[in-house]
């Protein structure tokens, strides 16, 4: 399975919740502080790092503040005999 995380520009949102309702595992909440624009921004709540990277999130942000870094693993390939 991919793993993945967010970043957000915490002073650049608008705290519309929009990303939160599209998380599939329910890890954006909404901080419990204000922003510089007086706003309660979105944050990644991830202990058990089951974000995936879907960027799901990103998709649906109006204001363009999320970033997704996602890391999805590579499997051996299996050499021929030689």
């Not at 419990?32 to 979105?42: E, L, Q, W």
């Not at 089951?50 to 051996?76: M, S, W």
């Amino acid at each position: 399975m991919a793993k993945g995380r967010i970043e957000i520009e915490e002073n650049r949102c608008k705290g519309c919740e929009l990303c939160m309702s599209v998380c599939p595992k329910e890890i954006i909440r909404m901080a419990d502080y204000f922003n510089v624009r007086g706003y309660r921004p979105a944050q990644l709540v991830d202990p058990d790092r089951e974000c995936t990277g879907c960027t799901l999130c990103a998709l649906v942000c109006p204001d363009v503040v999320i970033t997704v870094f996602r890391q999805v693993p590579v499997k051996p390939v299996a050499m021929a005999p030689a």
